[in-house]
């Protein structure tokens, strides 16, 4: 993939994230003023369970398959069959987890919540461990159209369906449940006839050495996956322990809004770790990460920064006066969106070069320092001590990944986080492309009214 063809699929990727962010906002928005903040709390932790298990079920298959694929040692077919097995094993072994949390451990890791809402939760994860392992598939086939429709469609269905079953009728939290399995469902369903149509037929065969280089290609992902998740979302679960509901459903409006700002840098991602995986020239790898980084920064920067001073009245606009205390924890969370948005680039650039171990250390230590930090906070600064907990563990995570990947690479800090002068050329170039295109949208609705005239 040629720097030109990178641009252009980051512009068409970014432009899908946008409707994504649009949608996801407006998810959140009717979720959270239909329910208000208590049911907004107990949705939020009843939807955690099953994405905690499949966390903890994914074991880095899913990145193995970009890279395996990427690299061309595996078949994509074979890895298609491979997914779709481990997802009626595991998804079966997670219900049963998910079965024996709810019955005898809900009381204290979920108090408040009633256990026929984890109950039906529970119902999305063979569904949903299948659409995370196959969407990867066209990925590493660099299918990025394709991926990023798959996703798409995902999140509209969600939309039009809790919009007719919340902002219409008014059902409840079991229906908000409901349409997130429903609109998965649907998706997984499109999915699969789109992995057939690429790949063909799935050969359903373990090989043990595939099933070998798997899983240790992919467990140091696995560990970091696991523990950046718990250390974004511990401070919900001890929030709900320490506190209650509401103040869950207060803390989690911030966190939504933040996690849709990283659209930049998650596009990118998804197209750093098969460019990084497929290329051969050492040069064009030590000079692409800090060239992507050092722009995603300076962008989510500015963005962070205009958000910061208009966090009052998104909040107000969006959610309603009701999530008026979310205002102060969202603007703390902006701070650390930057340097959550450094680490993901950086850490995807060490996957694309199959040496994820280098981070399990740090991603160790985080957790660990999360953890500490949200019991020492929550309880003295209530919701405000959850999202400074995150914010200080998310600086230091960047700063000490920032430092093993200057040791990895060769590259100079400045070239890594500083915007250059050169980059505007970037900017002037993709702007002139952007004008081009507008341009010649217009000068085609003109043709074809003239053409519908002089019929």
Same mark, same amino acid.
């Not at 481990?86 to 998804?91: D, E, M």
């Not at 900017?427 to 492309?433: G, I, N, P």
């Given at each position: ?25 407006i998810?959140?928005v009717i ?6 903040p ?26 193995a ?7 061309k040692?595996?078949?994509?077919s074979?890895?298609f +069959?491979m997914?779709?097995i ?6 079966t072994?997670? %219900?049963?987890? +998910?079965?024996?949390i709810?019955?005898f451990?809900n009381?204290?890791?979920f108090?408040?919540i009633?256990?026929?809402y ?7 994860i063979p569904?949903?461990?299948f659409?995370?392992l ?9 299918k ?17 369906? %809790?919009?007719?079953?919340l ?23 499109i ?17 043990k ?9 992919g467990?140091?992902i696995?560990?970091?996956?696991v523990?950046?998740?718990l250390?974004?979302?511990? +401070? ?11 103040a ?9 809004i ?5 659209i ?5 991602n998804i ?15 030590k000079?692409f ?16 920064l205009t ?10 606009f969006?959610?309603?006066k ?8 969202f603007?703390?969370l902006?701070i650390g ?26 991603c160790i230590?985080?957790?660990i320092?999360?953890l ?9 600064? +209530?919701i ?6 995150l ?11 920032l %430092?093993?990947?200057i040791?990895?690479?060769g ?27 507008i ?17």
């Open positions: 993939m040629s720097l030109r063809e990178f641009v252009k699929n980051t512009i068409f990727t970014v432009n899908v994230r946008i409707a994504i962010l649009i949608s996801g906002i998810n959140s979720i959270a003023r239909i329910l208000g208590e049911g907004n709390g107990i949705y939020s932790l009843v939807v955690l369970l099953p994405t905690i298990l499949l966390i903890f079920s994914d074991f880095g298959i899913s990145s398959s970009v890279y395996y694929i990427s690299k040692k595996y078949f994509p074979e890895v +069959g997914n779709i481990y997802s009626i094993l595991v998804g072994i997670l %219900i049963l987890v +998910g079965l024996i709810t019955y451990f009381n204290k890791l108090p408040g009633e256990r026929k984890l109950l039906i939760a529970l119902l999305v569904i949903q461990i659409f995370l196959a969407i990867n598939i066209l990925l590493g086939l660099q990025i159209k394709e991926y990023n429709l798959i996703i798409l469609i995902n999140n509209y269905i969600f939309l039009v369906l %809790i919009a007719i079953f902002l219409k009728f008014h059902f409840g939290i079991t229906a908000a449940i409901v349409t997130n399995i429903t609109s998965i469902l649907i998706a997984s369903i999915l699969y006839f789109f992995i057939k149509y690429h790949v063909g037929k799935a050969t359903f065969t373990l090989n050495k595939r099933v070998k280089d798997f899983f240790s290609y467990i140091n696995y560990i970091k996956t523990l950046t998740f250390q974004s979302k511990l +401070g919900i679960i001890l929030l709900n322990i320490f506190l209650n509901p509401t869950v459903g207060l803390y989690s409006v911030g966190i939504t933040t996690e849709k700002i990283q930049i840098s998650q596009s990118v197209l750093i770790f098969p460019k990084i995986s497929s290329e051969n020239n050492k040069k064009i790898v000079e990460t800090p060239l992507v980084c050092r722009n995603i920064l300076f962008i989510t920067f500015l963005i962070v958000l910061f001073f208009v966090s009052k009245q998104i909040i107000i969006l959610y309603s009701q999530f008026l205390k979310s205002i102060v924890p603007q703390i902006l969106i930057v340097s959550a948005s450094g680490n993901e680039i950086i850490f995807t650039d060490l996957m694309g070069r199959g040496k994820p171990f280098l981070i399990t250390p740090v230590f985080s957790i320092l999360n500490m930090l949200n019991i020492l906070l929550i309880p003295r600064l +209530g405000i001590g959850a999202a400074w907990s914010v200080i563990t998310y600086t230091l995570n960047f700063l000490i990944t %430092i093993i990947y040791r990895i690479s590259n100079k800090i400045n070239d890594i986080i500083l915007i250059k002068k050169s980059d505007f050329l970037y900017y002037k170039k993709l702007l002139s492309f952007v004008i081009g295109k341009q010649n949208f217009k000068v085609k609705i003109v043709m074809k009214n003239s053409s519908f005239r002089s019929l």
